[in-house]
């Protein structure tokens, strides 16, 4: 499996360009989801609100992808309605969980593959669902990014792979 170097970034929250970054990022999570939106069950199957908050936090270290994680639900829920209260604090914690692993991945492998994602993925959706089934209590509702998001895991794992690599690799 290829795996390429790449450079990566861990900027401080004094530093302005990290609230610049995560900026286009969380512009990003507000403007995928709502063309997702345009396709039927698009949220719950292409998973949209965490495309940016991989990239952010991959590239760009976990503090941006903190900041993205958590901003990009609030103003989409703001603006938008969406999602909906209900389920705004269990994408919030998979969001921040996303940001964690991804920023984590990053400054261990100094590298970006198809695999180092896919484990990134998986982590922060099975601890996600995990979280999910203890907020929501129901483990059929905790599973329905297994039932239905796959699509939305394989867009972060190989979609996240091209943008980082030939759009970011800078």
């Not at 949209?48 to 609030?74: E, N, Q």
């Not at 604090?89 to 261990?108: H, W």
């Not at 979280?131 to 599973?143: K, P, T």
């Amino acid at each position: 499996m290829e795996t390429t170097a790449l450079k990566l970034y861990s900027l401080e929250y004094k530093n302005a360009k990290t609230y610049l970054v995560a900026s286009l990022f969380i512009v990003g999570n507000i403007l995928l989801p709502q063309l997702c939106h345009l396709v039927p069950n698009g949220g719950f199957t292409l998973l949209p609100i965490y495309f940016f908050t991989l990239i952010g936090a991959y590239k760009y270290g976990w503090r941006v992808g903190l900041l993205t994680a958590i901003l990009s639900p609030l103003i989409n829920y703001l603006l938008f309605g969406m999602p909906m209260a209900t389920v705004l604090p269990v994408i919030m914690f998979k969001s921040v969980l996303l940001a964690l692993a991804a920023g984590f991945a990053a400054k261990k492998y100094q590298r970006i593959s198809i695999l180092i994602l896919m484990i990134v993925v998986l982590s922060y959706q099975i601890l996600g669902t995990l979280g999910e089934w203890a907020f929501v209590g129901n483990l059929e509702l905790a599973i329905q990014d297994f039932r239905m998001g796959i699509p939305g895991m394989l867009l972060q794992i190989f979609g996240g792979y091209l943008f980082i690599k030939y759009l970011l690799n800078k």
